[in-house]
């Protein structure tokens, strides 16, 4: 077996080189853990959204943003876009399967990273330093 991390293809034989910088995994992983591609993951795992809805429910997020990344997430097969042809038009996002595949792990994260932080308002001296643990 050659060094280094190597994506199969679900449907195919094909291995996908994801260090080299033609890899179409590369693109996905880029759009999943851009700054916003991992809250549009997170903010529809539970619940399909319309446009507005999503962009409120991510907190600094502008329009240009969140479409841009919804755009490029529903190339990438990880969400999908409903337009129901009323005046004005609404627009509903939700996750494919392989969208919600993909979301929960990062869903996992943050729970694990939210477990782990010190209660809201603690400042950072007051947080307890890794360096003061008994080892053990």
Known sequence: M???AQLT???TDQRYEVFHT???ARDV???VTSRWGIWVLISLR???LRFYELRDSIQGI???MLAQTLRALVQDGLAWREVEPTTPPQVTYGLTEFGQDVGKPL???FDRITQRLPPSGTSATER???ADRPVQ
Do not use: Y
Request: proline share 12%; hydrophobic share 10%.
């Open 9 to 11: 293809q679900a449907e």
């Open 107 to 109: 869903t996992d994260l």
């Open 128 to 130: 307890p330093n890794p």
């Open 46 to 48: 539970s619940n399909d």
């Open 62 to 64: 502008s329009e240009k």
């Open 2 to 4: 050659r060094e280094g």
């Open 29 to 31: 992983v880029d759009h």
């Open 22 to 24: 033609d890899c179409p």
